[in-house]
């Protein structure tokens, strides 16, 4: 039989000073995502509105042979999604390391999270 037990105050210390930085990185982009109201990208479903708010880990420029797209990677602390702007270049302020709150269907191809033509607003760097 496993307890859980309750975690206390030094309980949550000791667990910030032994983790490692990303770790502490994926649990306040959690905490700020919770506290914008936004829905954690761990618990999106296919076919739903969402909003979704975190830092942008990688943007890249996709030519294609049809439309032109703009990729960026979105990761809130629980999860990731694939951004999708169709026949763009480049997005004046989409780059790497940005806060961004995005809101548009969610859809799962191929085990790759993505939304398209999402309607954002950039944070603060």
């Known amino acids: 039989?496993?307890?859980t037990r309750p975690v206390?105050?030094?309980?949550?210390?000791?667990?910030?000073l032994t983790a490692d930085e990303?770790?502490?990185d994926a649990e306040e982009l959690r905490a700020?995502?919770?506290?914008?109201?936004c829905e954690p990208l761990g618990s999106c479903r296919k076919g739903a509105v969402v909003t979704v708010t975190g830092r942008l880990k990688s943007v890249v420029y996709t030519p294609r042979e049809t439309?032109?797209?703009l990729e960026a990677e979105l990761f809130d602390g629980s999860g990731s999604v694939t951004l999708v702007w169709l026949g763009r270049r480049r997005i004046a302020g989409i780059?790497?390391?940005r806060t961004l709150t995005a809101r548009g269907r969610f859809a799962a191809f191929d085990?790759?999270?993505v939304?398209?033509?999402?309607?954002?607003e950039l944070g603060s760097c």
Do not use: D, F, H
């Open 115 to 120: 939304i398209y033509n999402p309607w954002y």
């Open 1 to 3: 039989m496993t307890e």
């Open 95 to 97: 780059e790497p390391g």
């Open 67 to 69: 439309v032109p797209t």
């Open 8 to 16: 206390g105050w030094l309980s949550r210390t000791l667990q910030r």
């Open 111 to 113: 085990g790759k999270r």
């Open 32 to 37: 700020e995502s919770a506290s914008a109201g």
């Open 22 to 24: 990303q770790t502490i």
